[in-house]
């Protein structure tokens, strides 16, 4: 099952946001991720938060337009974007998609992008994105296809990564390592319609973005 995390992050949704919008079965706004989708008429399935960051009249739609509420108390132990996350892996999610996850405070961002670990450690393909970026992570292999004037880029996610291989990029990598605190894997190119990245030990970051 398909579906799509809003986070109360940056949000500028155009074809890309759309398009996911139509594949997904199921959509969660994490607490302010709410207003985006009222701003565009859409209706989500579930919200979940402590509610500190939604307007109340939007909350008030939503509660007789029958949304799903999920509410939890202000003071706890996870980011509204974990809930949701746990909601959508407790209804038998497949793939995630999150939306809205980057914005100005880096401590929200950095956190989400660390929970792309916690997908990948229950076997669910995960993806934060926005219309310029999106940020996978593999312990494996994952075949991206290409995306006009993106760069795509590799970045350790633990602390050496071992035996990466790529296939379709400009500058190829065979057998390589990276560890953290090095950028060797920023800004390559792609030379054919789909690219490849494999590693045989770690955790990388493959991340696709244009200017």
Known sequence: MNVLIIGNGS?????VFIETVELSDLVVCADGGARHLYALGIKPDVLVGDFDSIPRDILEEYKKANVEIIK???RKDMTDVELAIECAV???ASRIFIFGAFGTRIDHTLSNLHLLHRLLDSGIEGVLFDEKNAVYLIDDQIKIKRRENHKLSLL??????????TEGLAYPLKDAVMKVGTTLGI???????????SIRKGRLFIIVSRD
């Open 72 to 74: 939890y108390p202000v």
């Open 156 to 165: 350790p996610a633990a602390p050496v990564v071992e035996g990466i291989y």
């Open 90 to 92: 407790s209804r038998g």
């Open 187 to 197: 800004s390559n190119e792609f030379t054919s319609d789909e690219a490849s990245v």
């Open 11 to 15: 949000f500028e949704p155009g074809s």
